[in-house]
Nanobody
Framework: QVQFVESGGALVQPGGSLRLSCKAP???????????MAWYRQAPGTERELVAW???????NYKEAVKGRFTISRDNARKTVYLQMSSLEPADAAVYYC????????????WGQGTEVTVFS
């Protein structure tokens, strides 16, 4: 069973920065490497939304609202995906999750526990 372990969430003021990490310790490298990998987020009372994804050859894609502020990257040898977030806004507050994506950009595996980002003044 694939499990993702997200970390790095914290309390931060508007304008601040955070780096989230997502590890897949139970996924073998030969399975991790070919996967599209993505970050999602879910704020209270809302649907989980796709924020950013990265192709196996490291081409990033972003939700419009985070373009220019967030950077997704991956380390295939460590089976880890990162999300560098800067210029954080209150609207970015959510629980952040990672997952692999199918070719139709649907989440592929069960969800991990997520990591919470709180943006406050």
């Amino acid at each position: 069973q694939v499990q993702f372990v997200e970390s790095g969430g914290a309390l931060v003021q508007p304008g601040g920065s955070l780096r989230l990490s997502c590890k897949a310790p139970r996924m073998i490298t030969s399975v991790f490497n070919p996967n599209l990998m993505a970050w999602y987020r879910q704020a209270p009372g809302t649907e989980r939304e796709l924020v950013a994804w990265i192709t196996p050859d490291r081409v990033p894609n972003y939700k419009e609202a985070v373009k220019g502020r967030f950077t997704i990257s991956r380390d295939n040898a460590r089976k880890t995906v990162y999300l560098q977030m800067s210029s954080l806004e209150p609207a970015d507050a959510a629980v952040y999750y990672c997952n692999a994506l199918t070719s139709t950009r649907q989440a592929k595996y069960d969800w991990g526990q997520g990591t919470e980002v709180t943006v406050f003044s």
